[in-house]
């Protein structure tokens, strides 16, 4: 078990696009694993690869113990605008007024490397939103 070193902000690592990934082999397992861990010990419900300066297109997700883990992901539907609040494990203690997509369908790969398609709604779609924009280095406090 790791407990990753958290980056925050204005840290310039959260301001890049992290890279795809294309091979999937032993240290991805690895990575998601102390993503896992270290989402847990800061009480986070999402985490993106770049917030623990790993630079792999990379998300992992807790929401009352529903686990996912999103490599590659990309929105491909979104509908329903709605106003929600957010805040960031890489801003502590900062809450922010934003609008997200209630409704969204995604598709991603898991760790095997197998694309599938998932659609989500309010709470989880909500973070996938806010940790896809991690990967392409937008920061929640954007919404100023
Ligand atoms: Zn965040």
Do not use: W
Request: aromatic share 8%.
């Amino acid at each position: 078990m790791s407990i990753l070193k958290l980056i925050t902000y204005p840290n310039k690592i959260l301001t890049r696009k992290t890279k795809k990934i294309k091979n999937f082999n032993k240290k991805i397992v690895k990575n998601i694993i102390d993503m896992f861990d270290t989402m847990k010990y800061y009480n986070g419900i999402g985490l993106a690869s770049n917030q623990v300066n790993i630079n792999k297109s990379l998300i992992v997700i807790n929401i009352n113990n529903y686990k996912l883990i999103l490599i590659n992901p990309k929105i491909i539907k979104k509908k329903q605008i709605i106003k929600t609040k957010e805040s960031c494990l890489s801003i502590p203690n900062k809450i922010y007024n934003t609008k997200r997509y209630n409704i969204i369908k995604i598709k991603t790969k898991n760790k095997k490397g197998k694309i599938f398609k998932l659609k989500f709604k309010g709470l989880i779609s909500i973070c996938i939103q806010h940790e896809i924009d991690h990967l392409n280095g937008k920061l929640i406090n954007n919404f100023k």
